[in-house]
């Protein structure tokens, strides 16, 4: 600020308070600053700071490996709590992963080989206490539509299975990069709208698929939109069978009344995690006892002993279909990242503790890795099982290794009691789970609290029942992203006025009481002035000017002087939006009237500054608060004085 | 505001001034105001208010044809004006128009049929006074480019220039349609750092290209990357013509020569506005004396006598190819229409009058339909053709009926006098032309005043170049969207500080003399608080917590017990964002601080009241202004009393 103590040259008055210009930095500087901010907001090396070098190296390994800094303090008591959690929970994932897998178009055995590797691999790395590790059903769903729709399932199984560890294995190496490339933010652009609309719409197409199972029909769509599912389900009526309808709504039945009392007493939570394995208990004596199988009843077939083969060998990656399961992987990928974060953050919530997000993406992609070498299809932290999980009494991770290994056993040793499970209850495990994901309540509260938020959901909505899932997620993010740009590219301009009795000034729409100063118009912009909306604002604010000088016309006041524009919310400005400012100073000086600006911010006065707007506008016409704007202003309209003077002086008399 | 007159049961001092929260509106009317905020900005059906019908008609026919508002003012005086002006302008456009459309590899005589219809109507319904209507290089090179990747000039030259037929019927529609459907903002997301770099970047790619005219070589790539280009030229070092080198040089030098001595003093702006002309006619003399036609040097040949002939039945939309001539007439469009508007809006804000974005796209959009019809490929108004018709005194859009005129005249008549016109002459013409688009000034005021607009800028550039004309567009768009967004997604958060001896709050960073205040953490956030940056926004905050703790206990200060958010700049908030304040105000009640809110914005209000947050928080914590809310919390502070009473009750003694 030059000549600092004297910028008005034609009077002796001093102004209150000046606006500064901060200290000038070197490039480089201020670059690393603002890249720390993007990618380190966390700033993960805090704790590393004044360490000596063994504590650093402990620190460096506990923060790769989460479970070095747990384990040392486990008790027997955490182990008594584990072991309970974790054998609810694999209760829960047995019948769920054969499901999943079953809806994933992948042989059954694979949902309980990813019930055991990757919880083994995210007790050590993941810093959550309280997720449970396993398959969920949007992602089978996704890898089952988009995987077929360049290879039939049936026909090659072989390459689809290989094609899934792929689309695995480059899920997790996406997952991990995120997480080391601090790229963790792009999760954030799923918004808590398009995930109520997305899951809702998910958990619909994946009901109507299980019509295929309630309804034991043989030939299905290989759509997942509404209108494919009821040509395929009504043009096949002749085949429905009773027997297996019969005994999907029992189940369904059954499983919704369990949630229902679990939903009514917290500790009966165990009533609804234990009714998917007792269903599938009493469905597969069932069919065994009444050989309902030769009836028109599905049942799963024989499922091979043992535990996870490698096939770590099996990587397409010179298939020529690699494209599809790359692009497979990249979006179920996100989406199970996106559900495993939000899962985490929300129990870490409740139970006070920190998560980093892009550690948990490492732990997410290294998860999958290891899974897409070992026979598992992508894996994350469902919202369901963590609930169980979390409600069972969990008090670390141990209790994935719990789970994993009672998954284990039953690979090693019961997968022949499941040779009789009826498909049909595995539907009904399914529709059970999914109809907990439609939240309609928390649509009616997005309709009530934003009306874009709503549309946004309902975008995502519509566009995966009547589209498909890709359709819908990009409807959804589509719109998310359009209100951001719109956000800047239709900044709110607002009309200020004087709150009375005070030297504060406040927009009259939301202040009805605030009155306009004559001969003053004040003026808020409410975004920063990008190249997206400076013609917009330009064309905007000589409206405002148009309408103030017709309405002081017609009623009479003193004419229009000063044009007081508040900078307060302008957060940053570019080149683009200093041309608007040269165009509009220029644009108020034809028409005789005086651009002022008010409390413009550090990053503005800067670019201000570079530009040499302050010296043509001239730096005695910028003030720290509107108060003192336009107090000067008022002072030269009174005194009739084409001079510049300074506010009343009293310290402090002055507001934005 | 429910409770109105005592929301501080526990006090009975009455606060100064209270949060409003705007009055409730019908969704119906917020959403049709928002929208006409949106398409509307420009409030166009103003001037139609409070008019008897035949006078609404008379102003919606000057709406569409603006030629009816001027003409019947039109003078003597103005028509001697233009009339200069208009041949001026003719005698740049007849070279500069047979240049182009060979550098858009079609037939040179389309280049004079461009300068013929397309100003005729735009006279009619353009609104602009200066601009002049003809053919662009970067949108003729684009032509070249994408309509060359699929189909090959030389080989198929009438599917080619039916494509270029097609390809700007496109374009007029999509003008035409972005104007009626109020879309005009498309255009203002190519912002002036991506123009630059794009222009400079097309200009370089258009001088390499004449390489092969000033070099003389038949063969030359297809390509338009620096790489290919240069490869092209140096494997083909026999076949240089010395010949038409020299004559080439010679010509560029009297250009450049001639614009300098112009751009010295303006009214020899004739100098360089004729210079093109006499190069054609002294280039054409020379051949046709020494037969230098024979001796490599190539010449224009024959061109057809006869004004435009019709080419409606040649538009090729049963074409197999219709998928490229649709992507190049989208792409040139709205190059040309960013071209046109930025022109238009320039010379309009010399001569102090008002341009209509929207009316001027339909008007551009119903100017290329109409070419397109009669054999004229894209135009749109060109820079250095509108500056000179500028500087030679035009008065009203007349100066382009003149243009066609004289181009009219050419084409009946004078056609035969252009077949000894050399190639190597156009060239040097375009060349001239380009270099004057290179803009190297601009690019170091944008690294001086925005480095962000600088390495915009530099992508567009250096994809142009190395890339092509679309990588460069996608990237320097790309990364002014990416800016936008990261504002959104990272807000600036600073800690506020008291500027001494007053009650006005300003960042730290800005002003190194504000103070902190003990036992209270003061933040302000920059940006709408968005699904974009929530978690950033809560774990940031969480961090400012963190670490003022730490100062705190370092330095044994007043430990900390409010935090105070300025939301003065937060513009809007959406369904994440106000989950984010719950979460925030569960983790400071852990913490044992208390969350104070200040200044929020009608928008934020609305939403944070319609959500039970207000209720939730309590309403007696949000302030009108940071100085009330740090005043109350200082009072608390000292009195040691867990209660909320009112600030100190002087009026306005307040701020933010």
């Known amino acids: 600020m030059g000549n600092a103590d004297n910028v008005y040259p034609d009077t002796n008055v001093e102004r209150a308070h000046r ?4 200290p000038p930095q070197p490039f480089l500087k201020s670059f690393t600053a603002s890249m720390k901010e993007t990618f380190f907001p966390d700033d993960p090396l805090r704790q590393f700071k004044n360490q000596p070098p063994s504590r650093k190296l402990i620190l460096g390994l506990q923060y790769v490996l989460p479970i070095l800094e747990w384990a040392p303090r486990y008790s027997l008591q955490f182990l008594k709590a584990d072991l309970i959690a974790g054998i609810t929970i694999a209760s829960l994932a047995i019948p769920q992963g054969i499901s999943y897998a079953k809806l994933a178009n992948l042989p059954p055995i694979l949902g309980l080989y990813s019930s055991f590797v990757p919880p083994l691999v995210y007790a050590m790395m993941g810093s959550s206490r309280d997720l449970a590790v396993g398959t969920v059903a949007v992602a089978s769903l996704l890898t089952a539509s988009m995987l077929g729709n360049t290879v039939n399932a049936n026909e090659n199984p072989t390459l689809y299975l290989h094609l ?68 395929s389900v009504f043009t096949q009526t002749h085949k429905w069978r009773w027997e297996s309808a019969v005994l999907g709504c029992c189940f369904l039945f059954y499983l919704l009344l369990a949630r229902y009392f679990s939903k009514k007493r917290s500790n009966l939570f165990w009533i609804s995690a234990m009714a998917p394995l007792t269903s599938v208990i009493f469905g597969s004596l069932l069919v065994y006892l009444t050989h309902a199988e030769n009836h028109g009843v599905q049942v799963i077939g024989l499922l091979k002993k043992g535990v996870n ?52 993406m490492i732990a997410f992609g290294m998860m999958n890795i290891a899974g897409s070498c070992t026979s598992c299809y992508l894996t994350t932290g469902p919202f369901s099982r963590s609930a169980v999980n979390f409600n069972a009494g969990c008090k670390t991770a141990m209790s994935n290794i719990v789970m994993a290994f009672a998954v284990m056993i039953t690979l090693l040793f019961l997968t022949p009691l499941f040779h009789y499970t009826p498909l049909v209850v595995l539907s009904s495990i399914i529709i059970a789970a999914m109809l907990g994901l439609i939240d309609y309540e928390a649509a009616i509260h997005l309709w009530h609290v934003d009306k874009f938020d709503f549309m946004v959901c309902m975008g995502a909505y519509v566009g995966v029942v009547f589209g498909s899932v890709e359709i819908g997620l990009v409807v959804a993010v589509g719109l998310s992203l359009l209100r951001v740009l719109l956000f800047v590219a239709r900044p709110r301009t607002m009309v200020l006025g004087n709150i009375p009795d005070s030297v504060i000034y406040r927009s009259v729409d939301q202040y009805p009481n605030a009155n306009n100063v004559p001969g003053i118009l004040i003026l808020e912009m409410n975004a920063p002035i990008y190249f997206a909306n400076s013609s917009y604002l330009r064309e905007r604010i000589s409206r405002w000017i148009d309408e103030e000088e017709d309405r002081v016309k017609s009623s009479g006041e003193t004419s229009l002087q000063y044009v007081v ?35 413009p911010g550090g990053e503005v006065m800067k670019k201000l500054n570079k530009s040499k707007f302050i010296d043509s506008l001239g730096q005695e016409w910028i003030y720290l608060t509107v108060g003192e704007a336009v107090g000067a202003c008022n002072f030269m309209l009174h005194t009739s004085k084409p001079k510049r003077v300074a506010a009343d002086s009293e310290p402090g008399s002055d507001n934005v």
């Open 565 to 599: 524009l508040d900078m307060g919310a302008v957060g940053n400005i570019d080149t683009s939006g200093i041309s608007m400012f040269e165009e509009l100073k220029k644009g108020t000086e034809r028409r005789g009237l005086k651009l002022v600006l008010a409390n």
């Open 19 to 22: 606006v500064a210009i901060p």
């Open 164 to 231: 899934a560890f792929t689309a695995t294995f480059v899920a997790g190496v996406l997952q991990a990069s995120l997480g080391v490339l601090r790229l963790g933010f792009i999760v954030d652009f799923l918004s808590h709208a398009t995930i109520v609309g997305f899951m809702a719409g998910a958990a619909t197409v994946v009901c109507l698929q299980q019509l295929k199972g309630i309804l034991g029909l043989e030939h299905f769509t290989h759509g997942t939109d509404l209108i494919s599912v009821m040509r």
């Open 309 to 360: 083969p490698l096939s770590i060998t099996h990587l397409a990656f010179g298939s020529p279909y690699i494209s599809t399961a790359i692009k497979t992987g990249i979006v179920t990928g996100v989406i199970a990242l996106a559900e495993g974060i939000a899962v985490g953050r929300s129990f870490a919530m409740f139970k006070n503790y920190h998560i980093d997000g892009n550690k948990e």
